[in-house]
């Protein structure tokens, strides 16, 4: 079945370093979406990538969709504490409104 | 604001046990649907439901059942709870075509033990 890898699966970096998730697609994607999920918490989604190529920035996260629409990427510049969670790509299943979600990449930052 | 609202965060049941989870949501939406995520595993979609009434089994649909009566609500039911499905299970609602009907609003999650 339709299946989306992320990696890695976990990071632990120190307070002002970068960071990026990978995530790759068994298919090609019509869309890709990214949620974030803080301990104890939900996931809340963050962004939709539709196009080719797409790039999309919220404030020190950066999306990618790859030009084949089968990989996508979130980088984030200069983390802080705050951008502790797990984060999860998710791609359309091929019919219906529903996603088949990545296993996440789990984030931890020192200060 | 969506809200998604699940009746307990934490429960404790024994095996064999038929255990009901309600969700509810506000914002009349009309796809509704049940996750379990576990450690590694991310989110595996259990039941979705695009009306009431109507459903349709995700990748892990064994030992659960749904139901939705009413547009708002939707239930997922362990026949008899087993220990496997010890668990944290999410349940999230969305939007239909014309509005993005991949945003999920999620639910804060309920923690299934099963003893």
């Known amino acids: 079945g339709q299946q989306v890898m992320q990696i890695p699966q976990y990071q632990h970096v120190q307070e002002g370093e970068d960071f990026t998730t990978y995530c790759n697609s068994s298919?090609?994607?019509?869309?890709i979406q990214w949620y974030k999920q803080r301990p104890g918490g939900h996931p809340v989604f963050l962004i939709q990538l539709v196009k080719s190529g797409e790039v999309k920035k919220q404030k020190r996260l950066t999306f990618q969709f790859g030009e084949a629409k089968k990989n996508s990427s979130l980088h984030i510049t200069a983390t802080q504490t705050t951008d502790v969670g797990t984060y999860f790509c998710a791609g359309p299943i091929e019919y219906g409104n529903k996603l088949v979600f990545g296993a996440g990449t789990i984030l931890r930052v020192k200060s | 604001d969506v809200k998604v609202t699940q009746s307990s965060r934490y429960l404790v049941k024994r095996t064999g046990e038929k255990v009901f989870l309600e969700c509810v949501q506000d914002?009349?939406?009309?796809?509704m649907f049940w996750y379990r995520q576990d450690p590694g595993l991310g989110l595996r979609l259990i039941y979705f439901?695009?009306?009431?009434?109507?459903?349709e089994k995700g990748d892990i649909p064994e030992g659960y059942s749904v139901s939705r009566e009413k547009k708002e609500r939707f239930s997922l039911i362990l026949e008899s709870a087993s220990t496997n499905q010890t668990s944290m299970y999410l349940c999230?609602?969305?939007?239909?075509?014309?509005?993005?009907?991949?945003?999920?609003?999620f639910g804060p999650g309920t923690r299934l033990t099963v003893t």
């Open positions: 914002m009349d939406h009309e796809n």
């Open positions: 999230a609602s969305s939007a239909p075509e014309g509005q993005n009907p991949y945003e999920q609003y």
């Open positions: 298919t090609t994607l019509s869309n």
């Open positions: 439901s695009y009306d009431v009434k109507m459903k």
